[in-house]
Each structure stands twice: as structure tokens, then as C-alpha cells.
């Protein structure tokens, strides 16, 4: 079963950094491309960035350019979301994803097909 | 960037109803689009992938067609259990954006 468990959120003050954490299991991780997703409260879902599976190439939504940095440890079965310069518009449910086995392992060209619980992030002063 | 354009916002539909949500894009990009269930409290459900492939798992009352620019999830008879939030996701290149969302309710 794939388990997706992301952590590392909370509050933080505007202008602040915060690295999230996804600990992985129940498939073979340095095989998909993953992702990070995130829903401010009671808004729709947002794409935030994206990598491939051999972390050659990543990709971020115009807001998280310059300010967040996706990375993954294939030996620890990690993804990893570094956010730097918090506002509060960044206030969002977290959810680290994981992308489908029918594309060539980059993180476009394949849907989102795992979701885990997300983790809550909370910029205020 | 390409812009996805979801409608409606909301539906609301008696039981065994068909039921037509669309996402239109500002430009082509072949038919790297999925369609994603979310319920209240819950995490979004992978339903249709590459415009219309189902997902394993997934009822065969739903269904994914593309036109053009065009892309339609049609749920063919309403169930009670379909009452939740849809989104499209664009997923050609970044950024991999996602449609607004269209809630289905029942009547």
C-alpha cells in the first residue's frame, strides 16, 4: 500500500522558512516522478512543484519560483519542499503526491495517482 | 501559460441523472488531462487519466472524452456517492495547473 507522510509543518511568521518532509513507502520511490499539492482552507487544489524521478528536472507554479525548492534523497525514501520567504497567502493544507507509472518518469506527462493526508501550514505574525 | 477554464462551478442533479462537467484550455497540449474526485475531509481521488483512460478502481459510470480544446467528465447515472468536488489537471508541462473545481450535489 502506498503511504505518503509529509511533515515538518506549523506556524511560522511572514517572511520565515520551512522545509516540509515526505517519508515514502510501499512502492518503489526512485522509480515515479512526485509532487507537491497544496488547498488553502475550504479553496480548490493548487499545484506547487514538481520532480522527476532522478530529480534532473523539476518544475514550480509561477508563485513558488524563486522562494521554494523541491528536492528528494532516493536513499531515504524522501521528498523534501524548502519554502522560503512565507506570506501569508501561502496558509495551505500540504499534500505531498506521488506521479503515475505511464510516462517516462518526469513529472509532467504523468497524472497524480497517490495522495497522502497533508500537512498544515500556517503563516501568520 | 496555458489557462484551464472549468464549468460549471456547481451542479446539483437527482439520482441517475447524467451528469457533463468540462474543461476548456486556452491552447492545445495534446490530451495530458485527468480528472480528480475530492469528498469533504478527504484526500482527491485520481478518476481519469490522459483524457480518458479510467483508473483502475474506478466506476464505469464515469468517463473521459476530449474535443479540440475541450474536455469533458461525464458521470452517466448519478449516484449518491458522487457527491463531492471534480478538478481537471493540465499536465503537458509546468506550471501543472488545475481547473477551479465543480461541485456535484444531489437533489
Known amino acids: 500500500e502506498v503511504q505518503l507522510v509529509a511533515s515538518g509543518g506549523g506556524l511560522v511568521q511572514p517572511g520565515r522558512s520551512l522545509r516540509l518532509s515526505c517519508a515514502a513507502s510501499g512502492f518503489t520511490f526512485d522509480d515515479y516522478p512526485m509532487h507537491w499539492v497544496r488547498q488553502s482552507p475550504g479553496k480548490g487544489l493548487e499545484w506547487v512543484s514538481g520532480i522527476s524521478w532522478n530529480s534532473r528536472s523539476v518544475g514550480y507554479a509561477d508563485f513558488a519560483e524563486g522562494r521554494f525548492t523541491i528536492s528528494r534523497d532516493n536513499a531515504k525514501n524522501s521528498l523534501y519542499l524548502q519554502m522560503d520567504s512565507l506570506r501569508a497567502d501561502d496558509t495551505a493544507l500540504y499534500y505531498c503526491?506521488?506521479?503515475?507509472?505511464w510516462g517516462s518518469g518526469s513529472y509532467y506527462r504523468d497524472a497524480i495517482d497517490h495522495w497522502g493526508q497533508g500537512i498544515l501550514v500556517t503563516v501568520s505574525s | 501559460d496555458i489557462q484551464v477554464t472549468q464549468s460549471p462551478s456547481s451542479v446539483s442533479a437527482s439520482i441517475g441523472d447524467r451528469v457533463a462537467i468540462t474543461c476548456r484550455a486556452s491552447q492545445g497540449f495534446s490530451n495530458y488531462l485527468a480528472w480528480y474526485q475530492q469528498k469533504p475531509g478527504k484526500v482527491p481521488r485520481l478518476l481519469i487519466y490522459?483524457?480518458?483512460t479510467v483508473q483502475s478502481g474506478v466506476p464505469s459510470r464515469f468517463s473521459g472524452s476530449q474535443s479540440g480544446t475541450d474536455f469533458t467528465l461525464t458521470i452517466s447515472s448519478l449516484q449518491r456517492e458522487d457527491a463531492a468536488i471534480y478538478y481537471c489537471?493540465?499536465?503537458?508541462?509546468?506550471?501543472?495547473?488545475f481547473g477551479g473545481g465543480t461541485k456535484v450535489e444531489i437533489k
Open positions: 489537471q493540465k499536465y503537458d508541462s509546468a506550471p501543472l495547473t
Open positions: 503526491a506521488k506521479g503515475g507509472p
Open positions: 490522459d483524457a480518458s
